[in-house]
């Protein structure tokens, strides 16, 4: 045996975590992907940028750097480009994103003590983001177009923004032939009563590639709709939803989807109060929905592996953008968001209520004589405007709690990222979420 090949036997090979960050829209997934990566960069040079990390590892060196992205397909998550805008004077949010993406960091922690002289332990953490839409089609692997038809036009019922297409939907004649303009229409209808719901706040939005297209061009079997009724054109539409799950479910079975070994969900729950009941009941149904596909155990081949009770080891929950509350109020959140999803029965999961960007500082305001736990921080032309939204309660709201509404939630500016100095993004809990997902592996 040559030198370099004993060498190479002691280092250990690099073992890759594959975490999926999925979330609906504005939920907060390239927040959260730019914290982490700019605040374990920050960690590898010795600033204790996520200090529950940090108190994990105790004396154990760790050294992070971004991973060459060698000759892999998917779109690479930049933290450069995403954090520039946090150095920014004055600083701003990172733009929107449309697509899939991959942060990919090479991790090496060393060991403490007497190991110290040992090769460090070598991980690849890798972090997709993938579009909540994406998720709120998993429960559809389990059901019918039947069944999925009735329930989606049932909730479309009490919907304002949903009368147009119900019209449609109910002036179709018994038997009407499978037509593909009368198909189109009611398909570009519904498409647009998904957006309408959407801009309104409603989160339980199904088929989620209406909304959040797949890339490359839309294959003919996309055009489809609900419809309950029987005869040629519903025989029609359901062969176009079978192709759709089935689609769905190839997708989750290829590279990329079916190596995640744990996941991440966010949702941004303090909007969906400060939206009122509607908006609320809407997210914490598909919450509950997502959860419960999640959880359900499937044999192969109905599932990816991805989804199997031993693909993803661990799951989180997170609520997103606790800096809107002081910290009393976050555990009522944390609180809130284990309420809605309860836990899977196979991965080990938690709740947290984070801000991957945190832009607040607590204090205490005196409101009506009384002190009340409140933040503040700056908004763009405000300056430094204070905020109490109200008392963030740790189940779903009664109808008598919705009689004190949820006050407004300033668009607070994130702080600037110090280009010279330490390089840290302020943040609450995402460190402690980092850590719930790793620590078997520390
Ligand atoms: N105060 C506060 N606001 C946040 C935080 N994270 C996100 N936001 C706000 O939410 C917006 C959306 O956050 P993103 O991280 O871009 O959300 P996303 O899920 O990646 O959104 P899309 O890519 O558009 O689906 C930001 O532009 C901020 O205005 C946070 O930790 N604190
Ligand atoms: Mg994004």
Redesign the pocket.
Known sequence: MSLLEAARGLIPVRRRVRIGVT??????????L??LSVNLLAMGRGVPALPALAGALGPRSLRVVLAPAGAEAMPRFDPLAKSASLAADPPA??????AVSLLALDVDIGHGGLAAYLPPQRLRLEFL?Y??EWLLDLPLLGQSFAAWSTATLRRLESLPEAQDFLRFVHGLPAGVAADEDLVRSGHILYVATLRRLQAAGLSLLQPGRFLMPAPGAPPPWIAFFPLTASGPLARLLQSRFVAYVTAVREGLAAPGFAQIDRLVV?A?LLSALHAGPKAFADAAEALGLVAGALARRHPLPLLPSWLQPWGIGRIAFAA?????VASRQRANLAALMARLTEAPANATWRSFA???????EDFVWTLDNRPVSAVR?HVAGQGLVRSYPGEVPDRPPSAADWAHPFLSLP??S?KRLDALGRGTIP??DLDRLLLFLLEDML
Do not use: E
Not at 23 to 32: P, Q
Not at 320 to 324: F, G, L, N, V
Not at 354 to 360: E, G, L, P, S
């Open positions: 979330g609906l829209r504005r939920a907060g997934k390239t927040s959260l730019t914290s949010w990172p733009t929107p994103t449309d983001d579009p909540g966010v941004d997103t953008k606790s800096d809107h984070i801000a991957a960007i945190a832009c607040t921080g668009d607070f994130p943040q609450l």
